[in-house]
């Protein structure tokens, strides 16, 4: 069997050039992978730790730029955080309330994380300016959703149409608590009301119509909040002011990162990968379940809790993948892992239907409309719909000129797609993955046979 070619070459422009090559007679993955640290986590561990009294030590954070930029905002507003690096980060927290006007922009980058629960913070400095911004993605991104129930609460805010779209400007004042019902399921949307909640007297509720990522309500109770949950009817209260005192946060592999090996374990004949120290916290485990569904032979091992978050190593073999119906309340559970679950898809005998996931068309790219047109440029067969997908499986790829439109999960699923494609795949502007893992294509080298 020859080998696979895998290069990734610098442009003129700066963006990256991945040329993946599969050898006439296909190959395998096998290895043991260590994913990096959670970046839904890890941008939390900065903010409770800025925010809070006391140190936050800060195991296994994220190194992508994402948290980058959420670090060097704080670090704007006058906390202290030490060399970012995944074995140990220091952060000195400055107190709830006592973010410092910084002299400049805040700029989130990429990050829709870093930029919505930020808003929720700096709209509760009272007597205190801010402004914000992102790249050309978050620039496009809608920011109301955020900005109206912060304005319920007596934030001013204000933006270009309409006050929904970065930069935004944010004048801090004394908020009063509101009762948020919240019309998308959207942990970014919670977190930041809970957050302008937390220095806001009395108590702030958010109900969502299906449950999001829990990270927030986790971690803000170890930080010491008065937080309480009603599952029953996916509601989440604060009650302010609180008192946050620093933390030892340990942070899980990201199960979103594990995704692009748990789909490519499972199409790529003849492989078998271990995915190690994987966060499966069942706010975010619907990939799994989606997989399952699908036939996939997969294994949690090792089953344990580390720092309040669950934990499992993975393993995954190849195996025949059938069709799957996905929508309701699984989609806020894996709404990252959708573009590589369309790739497992194109692999799956029949047609799987993903429904109810319109939150696609507003993340770093309309992932819908880019993961159809870059999949269907394959050969698959791909249709939009409104809100989701539909995908015919079993029609071979061949290899081609693709782009990630400079979204990290749209560059990552369509590297893993090239690897079951015949011929040679191109994907431009492949550096898009460091968002969220920088070390994606040294891992993808070292596991393919
Ligand atoms: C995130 C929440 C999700 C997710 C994003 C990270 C978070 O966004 O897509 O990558 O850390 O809270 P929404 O809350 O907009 O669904």
């Known amino acids: ?8 070459e610098k442009q003129k422009d700066l963006s990256d050039k991945l040329v993946i090559q599969r050898p006439p007679f296909g190959l395998s993955l096998q290895g043991r992978i260590r994913i990096p640290g959670d970046k839904s986590i890890s941008h939390r561990a900065l903010m409770l730790g800025a925010i809070a009294q006391g140190e936050t030590e800060i195991q296994g954070l994220l190194l992508g730029e994402d948290p980058r930029s959420t670090a060097s905002c704080f670090q704007a507003m ?30 989130a980058g990429n990050s829709g994380t870093t930029l919505r629960l930020m808003l929720g913070l700096l709209a509760s400095h009272a007597g205190r300016f801010f402004t914000v911004t992102g790249d050309n993605s978050l620039r496009s991104r809608p920011m109301s959703r955020v900005v109206k129930p912060l304005q319920q609460m007596g934030a001013q805010i204000w933006g270009r149409k309409g006050n929904s779209l970065a930069p935004l400007a944010i004048a801090g004042q004394a908020l009063k608590p509101i009762h948020y019902h919240s019309p998308i399921a959207s942990a970014q949307v919670k977190s930041c009301i809970l957050l302008a909640g937390l220095a806001t007297a009395g108590k702030t509720t958010v109900t969502e119509p299906a449950l999001s990522r829990d990270h927030s309500e986790r971690m803000l109770r170890a930080f010491g909040a008065e937080l309480s949950v009603d599952p ?32 490519a374990g499972a199409i790529v004949p003849g492989s078998e990968l271990v995915v190690e120290n994987v966060g499966v916290n069942p706010t975010r485990t619907g990939i799994l379940e989606a997989l399952e569904l699908m036939g996939a032979d997969i294994q949690l091992e090792n089953q344990r809790e580390v720092a309040g978050e669950p934990v499992a190593d993975i393993r995954v073999r190849s195996s025949n993948l059938k069709s799957c119906t996905i929508a309701g309340d699984i989609i806020p559970r894996m709404i990252d892992e959708i573009p590589i679950l369309a790739v497992a898809a194109v692999f799956a005998q029949g047609t799987t239907i993903i429904r109810d996931a319109a939150e696609l068309r507003v993340k770093e790219s309309d992932r819908i409309t880019v993961m159809a047109q870059q999949l269907n440029k394959m050969g698959a067969k791909v249709s939009e719909l409104p809100d989701g997908m539909e995908i015919t499986g079993g029609t071979p790829l061949v290899g081609t000129d693709v782009d990630s439109h400079t979204d990290h999960r749209i560059a990552m699923s369509l590297a893993i797609a090239a690897l079951v494609a015949n011929g040679v795949t191109t994907i431009h502007r492949a550096e898009a993955a460091a968002i969220s893992y920088p070390s994606f294509f040294q891992t993808l080298t070292a596991i393919v046979n």
Request: hydrophobic fraction near 45%; avoid cysteine.
């Open 1 to 8: 069997m020859s080998a696979a070619v895998i290069t990734l």
């Open 78 to 107: 006058g906390a202290e955080i030490s060399e970012l690096n995944t074995e140990l980060v220091r952060v000195k927290g400055i107190g709830l309330g006592n973010l410092q006007e910084p002299v400049d922009v805040l700029n």
């Open 232 to 263: 029953e009817t996916n509601s989440v209260t604060v009650t302010g002011p609180a008192q946050l005192f620093g933390q030892k946060v340990v942070v899980p592999g990201d199960i979103s990162s594990a995704a692009f090996w748990l789909v």
